[in-house]
């Protein structure tokens, strides 16, 4: 049976045409030539031996260099995975080894084994398992009070107990206390009630060092955990190794996890987006990363039930920041207009067509606060999508503005009476603009932070930076001009409409205010890197990069960013004269030098950086709640203080470039000074060089 299969097979395999337009005959005689039979191989089976063949080919390739053929597809390349090697098949069995496994779950243990199997328990690897369970059961049809049950009666049974050794039962109780307490945390997670949250996991807290101290007696029971279990799953990915963690590093990051879970119902008591928005922007950038568990957890807490933070409808969340950036006290938010039953009154038509809006933009406004609560490489790479998103919402914005006018009467600014130019305040579309941008400045920081950039590239990305940060600053003032305006011709206001308007401009000092920090912070260092790039001191790549270009490049840092109307991406062109020195001075004889060039751009990199570190010294010195960090003041106070450390550290590697061009003589850099690799910055989003002399003899 086995050998008219093969012959079958066989027979399938020459009738095959590997090329539609190849010569048969011709075809058929190379391979007679090249053929050769392996030893105990099947009579009737033919192998060709092209591994020669395919090591010089393979070796006239450059590193990164790919060679495609449109014949060889997935399926081939699926295909062409090895049966009978433990790390692609699943199904494969040593000599000895059974299929199933054979540890039999309850057979009798000794009290220290026990111990040691909870533990191994304790050391496991936090996995995204809940999106698809392969097939398998993860015991959803017990309920957690059951569960609870069975945990009350273990440590009953166990405090009852006289065992000789205190030690082992102390052990057993420590474990049991923490499973019950973990357990009581995570099947009431979602709950709104923020100090019983915080009570549940500082309670596991105080229980995990008991843990630990009793980790003595434990005794490890290898045969507890298989890798066999991965035959029993539906999935078609190879199987993984077994992940073995230590206990030590189990028990460090069970610790970080509820550390991170006490701190993150902090979020309650937020009583606005913007103070929302921060609170998970600050949580998020802390190093480590909170697990995968409280990301979930924090966006669920954020948006859940069709309620934000559990209380706000979506409406009230998005007119609370509509009211504090660009409509404070305005008609459009008025919550009466909801009550106007005829439709010819323009407030029915206001709450109609602002009730549409909201439907618009609800997801992409709640997406931006899951995004930013994603790991950091996925929040980058999520909102290079979500960008796109917020291009449409400000279009339609747009068009409901002009829409509105005519139900709220709103007169055009005047620039000028020479000018005759009418500017319109545009608030919804405003809104929508000022969160483009601030995704599009979070694009680019979180560049730095991952390291996307090449060294070459950061004078030409931190100078993008500044770029988007004048665009807020623009965008910012033309918010406050409008926003005063309504202030001064209405002076009937009541105390709850003064206050938003106070509300409204402090906000829209404070964005102002770090908008123009960073700003000068971008100049500093894109100056700084331009000067370095241009005296060659900064580091080569480690693989010249053959089919790459600097105009491919730039396309390709800023491809996020091509298809928003605006702003306007910068060409190649104007990117390269803006880090470029040539031209930028000349000495005193009227010759221009690469020197002078050098020293005029770093004394604007000089001035740049301090007008930087003196505004994010005003920024460290607002209070937590003008600042909309009420809830994390110490984290937002110590990155503050970090930026302000990077900010030093800068303006020192600039006095030092000066310094040496001061002494050069005509001696080249290169020889005088070194870019050290980065190590660890002061701020992921400030990437500041390590130049350091070079000592002499």
Known sequence: MEEDTANNLADDITELQLEPDHNSNDFAQTQ????????????????????????????????????????????????????????????????????EDDYDVLQPM????????????LCHEEEDFVSNLYNRSLLSRFDTIQIQGVLSDALES??????????????????????????????????TDKTTQIQHWTHCLELLPQVRETRKPAKAVPKASSVKIQRTLASSVPPRPMVEVAFEDAHEFLRHLCQAA??????????????VLNFTSIFQSRKPQPPVYIRCLLQSLIFHDMKVLGTFTITKFIFDDLEELV???????????????????????????????????????LDMFRVIAMNRSRMRRMLCHLVLDWET???????????????????????????????????????AYYYKLRQMEWIIQLGFELEVYHNDELSGMYWYLSHVAAAIIQHMERIQTFVARRLRQSKKYNVSQKQSFKDCISFLDVVLLEASATQWFAIGLSKLYTVLSHLSLLTNRAQPLPYSTPELRHNLRLRPFMQLSIP????????????????????EDGASSTETQAMSVLDVAEKAIKVARKEWEAIGKLDAKTARYTNCEAWWRASIKDIN?????????????????????????????????????????????????????
């Open 110 to 121: 000794l009290p220290d084994e026990l111990i040691g199997l909870m533990d191994q328990l």
């Open 645 to 697: 450390r990077a900010c030093i550290v800068c303006g020192i590697a600039i006095a030092t470039v000066k310094k040496a061009l001061q002494h050069a003589d005509g001696r080249p850099l290169t020889k005088m000074l070194k870019v050290e690799d980065q190590g660890k910055n002061y701020h992921d989003f400030w990437v500041i060089p390590q130049v350091v002399q070079i000592k002499s003899g």
């Open 568 to 587: 306007e991406v910068p060409s190649y062109t104007e990117l390269s004269a803006a880090t470029s020195i040539d031209g930028a001075a000349t000495s």
């Open 393 to 431: 919402v400000q279009l339609q914005a747009e068009n409901l503005d002009e829409e509105l006018r005519k139900y709220t009467a709103e007169k055009p600014l005047t620039e000028g009476e020479t000018a005759g130019t009418e500017l319109w305040s545009f608030p919804l579309s405003s809104w």
């Open 158 to 191: 166990v405090e009852r107990l006289s065992l000789g050794n205190t030690q082992v039962r102390d052990a057993i109780l420590a474990r049991l206390r923490f499973r019950r307490q973990i357990l009581e945390a995570l099947a009431s997670d979602l709950a």
């Open 32 to 99: 007679q030539n090249t053929r050769r039979s392996e030893p105990g191989s099947h009579p009737n089976q033919d192998v060709q031996d092209i591994s020669s063949n395919f090591r010089a080919a393979a070796s006239a390739l450059n590193t990164g260099q790919l060679v495609k053929d449109p014949y060889f597809t997935l399926f081939e390349a699926v295909g062409a995975l090895e049966i009978m090697d433990p790390k692609m098949d699943s199904g494969f069995l040593a000599e000895g080894d059974t299929l």
């Open 327 to 365: 409509l404070p006290a305005d008609i459009l938010l008025d919550p009466a207009n909801a009550n106007v039953e005829p439709p010819h009154d323009p407030r029915f038509q206001v709450a109609r067509e602002m009730r549409d809006f909201v439907l618009r933009v609800g997801d992409p406004f």
């Open 262 to 275: 006490a701190e993150v119902y902090q979020i309650l008591d937020c009583n606005g987006s913007s103070s």
